[in-house]
C-alpha cells in the first residue's frame, strides 16, 4: 500500500509563500515522477509542477517563474514552493507519485490540501 499525505496549506495574502509538503510511505518499489495537482471548485484538474526521477522538472505557464517543485528522494517526499502567490492560485493541491513496477506505471494521490489566496 502507498500513502501520500500533504502538508502546508491555508490562508494567505496575495503576494505571499506558502510550501506545500508530501509525504510518501508504504511499499514504493521505484518512483518514476513525483508532482503537483490542484483543482478549484468548477474547474479541471490540472498539473501544477511535476519531477521525473532525473531531476527533469515541468510547471504549468501559470505557475512557472513562482513556483518551485523539489523532492528529497530519501525521504520520498515532494515539495512545492509557492511565491508571489495570486488569487487565481486558489484551489485544492493534491500531491502524486507514479510508481513504475515491471514496466507498468501506477499513480497515487493525497487526499489534498486546500490553499485560500486572498487579496
Known amino acids: 500500500q502507498v500513502q501520500l499525505v500533504e502538508s502546508g496549506g491555508g490562508l494567505v495574502q496575495a503576494g505571499g509563500s506558502l510550501r506545500l509538503s508530501c509525504a510518501v510511505s508504504g511499499n514504493i518499489f521505484s518512483i518514476n515522477a513525483m508532482g503537483w495537482y490542484r483543482q478549484a471548485p468548477g474547474k479541471q484538474r490540472e498539473l501544477v509542477a511535476a519531477i521525473t526521477s532525473g531531476g527533469r522538472t515541468n510547471y504549468a505557464d501559470s505557475v512557472k517563474g513562482r513556483f518551485i517543485i523539489s523532492r528529497d528522494s530519501a525521504k520520498n517526499a515532494v515539495y512545492l514552493q509557492m511565491n508571489s502567490l495570486k488569487l487565481e492560485d486558489t484551489a485544492t493541491y493534491l500531491c502524486?507519485?507514479?510508481?513504475?513496477?515491471?514496466?507498468?506505471?501506477?499513480?497515487?494521490w493525497g487526499q489534498g490540501t486546500q490553499v485560500t489566496v486572498s487579496s
Open positions: 502524486n507519485v507514479q510508481l513504475m513496477i515491471v514496466g507498468v506505471k501506477y499513480d497515487y
